[in-house]
């Protein structure tokens, strides 16, 4: 895949725009149901209106908030936006029957198809990469505890400068990113950097809104995963580090206290951190 990237962090949106299309996500767009759109669209245009009549919305900002959404799109920003603000409920309600391991969202940076890396696996990085290392460790399992050895663990991170590759310029294609089947007892073992704490690019529309709402841009730093096998329900997930000052303060909402990880230094230097997965079969 190549994509055409200039060094500003807005960039970061909207190739999540680009992503987004050649994603397949957007199947059957045609076939929900008037009853339900009606349901949803009716809902969120009266939520809006009773906040323009509750809050007696001035034209002034009636006009802004038109010339902003163009903005929006204009900036390829609707999936960063959607993902900051809105995916934690989506996520929330489509998984809230599981047993296993929680979730968490996605966001916009996923990219599928990462190098195959067998388990002890260690990501494409750069000579010198900079981070403290970090081993992560686990196992995958069903809910009755057998152990899942065809499960594929797949891992993305933001680098030590809160960028992702793919989605900032002059960053290796796959850095930071890999695909890990598990080994033939179903344990994995990825050794990694620690991510930085990262800011949803502020350049952008989504970046406008924030600054003028006075909010700030910090997501604390996150690994994303997936863990996949067949004939479970796959778990998207984000999992945080203690002590980051986001932890409670995540703009986009997606910290629960299962994902909180438990880091212990190694005697390589850096650290290494044990996670365990249950999946719920399909
Ligand atoms: C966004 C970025 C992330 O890394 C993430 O995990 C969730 C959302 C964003 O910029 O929208
Ligand atoms: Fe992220």
Not at 84 to 89: A, D, G, K, P, R
Not at 172 to 185: M, T
Not at 192 to 208: E, N, S, V
Request: charged content about 25%; aromatic content about 8%.
């Amino acid at each position: 895949m190549t994509r055409e990237v200039t060094p500003r962090a807005a960039e970061s949106g909207a190739g999540a725009t680009d992503v987004f299309r050649q994603s397949g996500k957007l199947q059957g767009e045609a076939d929900i149901p008037p009853e339900r759109v009606n349901l949803l669209a009716g809902e969120l245009i009266k939520a809006a209106n009773d906040i323009a009549e509750k809050h007696a919305v001035t034209y002034e900002e009636f006009n802004i908030l038109k010339a902003w959404m163009i903005q929006v799109g204009e900036d390829g920003e609707w999936p960063l936006f959607l993902d900051v603000f809105l995916e934690h409920t989506i996520e929330d309600v489509n998984t809230r029957h599981r047993e296993g391991t929680k979730g968490s969202i996605e966001g916009p940076y996923y990219v599928p198809n990462a190098p195959t890396l067998p388990s002890p696996a260690t990501l494409p990085m750069r000579e010198n990469e900079k981070g403290t290392p970090l081993i992560f460790t686990g196992s995958v399992k069903n809910t009755d505890g057998d152990a899942l050895t065809d499960a594929t663990v797949e891992i993305w991170l933001a680098d030590d400068d809160g960028y992702y590759s793919q989605f900032a310029p002059n960053i290796p294609e796959w850095n930071l990113r890999g695909s890990v089947p598990v080994d033939s007892e179903g344990n994995f073992e990825i050794e990694c950097i620690k991510p930085a704490p990262y800011q949803i690019p502020t350049d952008g529309a989504t970046g406008k809104l924030i600054a003028a709402a006075d909010w700030h841009a910090w997501r604390p730093a996150h690994l994303h995963i997936k863990v996949s096998a067949p004939g479970y329900e796959l778990v998207t997930q984000q999992l945080y580090f203690p002590g980051d000052p986001h932890n409670d303060d995540d703009i986009a909402n997606a910290v629960k206290p299962e994902l909180l990880l438990d880091p212990q230094p190694n005697d390589q230097g850096g650290e290494t951190v044990v996670y365990n997965y249950v999946l719920d079969a399909e």
